[in-house]
């Protein structure tokens, strides 16, 4: 919070971070980039909470492994399976800051295999448990 004095008066001003941000394909950057790696995000959003993998990805693509994360990582900053990774724990975040899932429950609408799986890269992305996420929200 920062309080300014101005004639008199004080003015209050407190930043709050947003609950969640919602994606959407209009405010993506990359839209107007390389076809395959749009293909893969578009593959990784889609299909990350059905327990998609990189090799899923990998497969579906016209282009060899390595030509494919390259290509990736040049465009993106991160491997398939760190975005991956990444677009399973933002949905978790989300669900658990806007309903009462069970732990367990949120992690496998995520993909994770299993709760601990999921609980520990939370913990590891975010500082917290996803309980003590929740409990803040």
Same mark, same amino acid.
């Given at each position: 919070?920062?309080? &300014?004095?101005?004639?008199?008066? =004080?003015? +209050?001003?407190?930043?709050?971070?947003? @609950?969640? !941000?919602? $994606? *959407?394909? #209009? #405010?993506?950057?990359?839209?107007?980039?390389?076809?395959? +790696?749009? *293909?893969?995000?578009?593959? /990784? *959003?889609?299909?990350?909470?059905?327990?998609?993998?990189? &090799?899923? !990805?990998? @497969?579906?693509?016209?282009?060899? =492994?390595?030509?494919?994360?390259?290509?990736? +990582? =040049?465009?993106?900053?991160?491997?398939? %399976?760190?975005? /991956?990774?990444?677009?399973?724990?933002?949905?978790?975040?989300?669900?658990? $800051?806007?309903?009462?899932?069970?732990? $367990? &429950? !949120?992690?496998? @609408?995520?993909?994770?295999?299993?709760?601990?799986?999921?609980?520990?890269?939370? #913990?590891?992305?975010h500082g917290q448990s996803? %309980? $003590?996420?929740?409990? &803040?929200?």
């Amino acid at each position: 919070a920062r309080m &300014e004095q101005s004639g008199g008066r =004080r003015d +209050v001003s407190i930043a709050l971070p947003p @609950r969640f !941000v919602a $994606a *959407r394909r #209009s #405010s993506d950057p990359l839209r107007l980039g390389d076809r395959e +790696v749009m *293909r893969a995000l578009d593959l /990784i *959003r889609r299909l990350a909470p059905t327990g998609l993998t990189a &090799e899923d !990805v990998h @497969r579906q693509s016209s282009l060899s =492994r390595r030509g494919l994360e390259s290509r990736f +990582v =040049r465009a993106v900053g991160r491997p398939i %399976g760190k975005q /991956i990774q990444r677009v399973r724990l933002t949905l978790a975040r989300d669900l658990l $800051a806007t309903t009462n899932l069970p732990v $367990a &429950e !949120v992690a496998r @609408r995520c993909g994770f295999k299993t709760a601990q799986g999921f609980s520990n890269a939370f #913990s590891q992305s975010h500082g917290q448990s996803p %309980g $003590a996420y929740r409990a &803040e929200r």
